[in-house]
């Protein structure tokens, strides 16, 4: 059962999106994970496994991930949500430890592209590079 709800005030308006009864619509909240006992596969064996907790303030996620059997994890990533749109908005700068994650393989940080699907409330994470497409589902 899928109910949308629309609330205007003024001229703003909010949408929630009811799934089995819990309200999708952005992922702030919510930890996505691939490769794990409580995710999906990640679809190879070279990034895996993969997790991302969204902060509750809307500005921030730590992400961990393998790559390659060597794990690193960035805590208080800056994160910004957009439509479908996910964006590391300090990525390219040498202190970012996601950025410097991705240039450790060779990748450069504009081949990660990260995308929110609200009605399937999962995240795909690309780096065409590295022949990565994985997609995180919440994980309990």
Known sequence: VVV??????????ARSVHVNNVIVGDPFSK???CGTSSGPDCGGPDWTPITMVFGKANTTVDVALSIDGTASKCTGEAVTVGGTAVAFP????KTDCLGNVLRGTGAL???LEVKYDPTADTITVEVDSEGVNAVLKVCS
Do not use: R
């Open 4 to 13: 949308v709800v629309v609330a205007l005030l003024g001229c703003v308006a």
């Open 90 to 93: 300090n990525l390219a700068n």
């Open 31 to 33: 930890t996505y994970c």
């Open 109 to 111: 940080t504009t081949d």
